[in-house]
């Protein structure tokens, strides 16, 4: 069964607890087939009927408030209509600040899509995911039966197999995860900058829903669903695939993302932004992250406005940046 949606609340405001500096009301939630309810927002399109739907998935530690507020402006005042749910463990879902699960997350995203697709026939559907997000969005898209999108965007994607970190390293974070389950780490541990803007950067801090302190168990369940999507991407993906990365982002090892990306087929196009990190809906450059996304979700095949992917597709070659 999936995702049940009432379509005729589709707009209608669930008053709940809010979060962030001006995310809307929540909608109708998402309803699994095992009753879990999962907050969702919508961001209608300007002018009535939208041209295309955009579900987008947040990453560790977010929710569905948050990580669009900066960009999701540009996308509705071009006639895109944007959808995002707290996913399982995240922001106002069950069980928030616990790993629930890779495959329940999955599973999740592959019946919003479905319910999507039902309540918006004949209208363009895309998948975003950020950072974890585009982790799930990957085994989202490469699960059995196809999945009924027109296009998958990874902004940033988590690509980090049990293979790149190590036997050593594997198995020490198994033994903590399973001895100390509940031992949390500060999520901004690391000394790594996420972003150049610092306004976003301080509205992650007064955010009561973004996750602050994580749990080991559940940075485990992290490795899990990051190992399991870089398996899949020699498969992946059925539908026309957009990879946008920063070329600061250090929250993934640029080496790393590089090797993952290399065992994809051909067709997936890479856009690099020099000036980006890993928040690239909310870094400096977001302007240009945002025009390329619409160009690429009007013409899957054109070239980008900004050049980036002729610099992806340079870097992905080996010349060019680290790693």
């Known amino acids: 069964m999936g995702f049940r949606l009432d379509t005729a609340q589709l707009s209608t405001p669930v008053p709940r607890g809010e979060a962030g500096d001006s995310a809307p009301p929540f909608a109708a939630p998402f309803q699994g087939d095992d009753g879990v309810l999962l907050p969702r927002r919508v961001w209608p399109a300007e002018g009535g009927q939208p041209r295309a739907i955009l579900l987008a998935l947040h990453g560790f530690n977010e929710h569905s408030g948050n990580f669009l507020l900066d960009s999701v402006g540009t996308l509705t005042a071009a006639g895109i209509e ?169 929250v993934v090892p640029p080496g790393v993302t590089r090797e993952s990306l290399r065992r994809m087929p051909p067709g997936p196009r890479l856009a690099r932004y020099r000036d980006g990190y890993h928040l690239l809906l909310r870094d400096k450059v977001r302007q240009v992250v945002t025009a390329d996304l619409l160009a690429w979700m009007t013409s899957p095949l054109a070239p980008l406005p900004s050049g980036a992917d002729q610099t992806g597709a340079s870097w992905l070659a080996g010349h060019g940046g680290p790693g």
């Open 82 to 250: 944007v959808q995002a749910y707290d996913q399982r463990g995240f922001g106002q879902a069950p069980a928030r600040g616990y790993w629930p699960g890779t495959d329940a997350m999955v599973a999740d995203a592959r019946a919003a899509i479905r319910a999507l697709r039902a309540a918006h026939p004949g209208v363009p559907l895309f998948l975003m995911g950020e950072s974890m997000g585009a982790a799930v969005a990957v085994l989202a898209a490469t699960g059995e039966p196809v999945p009924p999108l027109d296009g998958l965007v990874l902004l940033a994607p988590a690509f980090w197999s049990r293979a790149a970190i190590g036997p050593v390293g594997v198995g020490l974070f198994w033994t903590l995860a399973h001895s100390m389950p509940a031992m949390a780490f500060p999520a901004a541990a690391g000394g790594i900058t996420a972003s150049d803007n610092t306004d976003a950067l301080r509205r992650n801090g007064r955010d009561p829903l973004v996750i602050k302190q994580t749990r080991i168990d559940a940075a485990w369940g992290l490795l899990d669903v990051m190992d399991r999507a870089s398996a899949a991407l020699p498969r992946c993906c059925a539908m026309p695939v957009l990879i946008m990365q920063g070329e600061k982002d250090s």
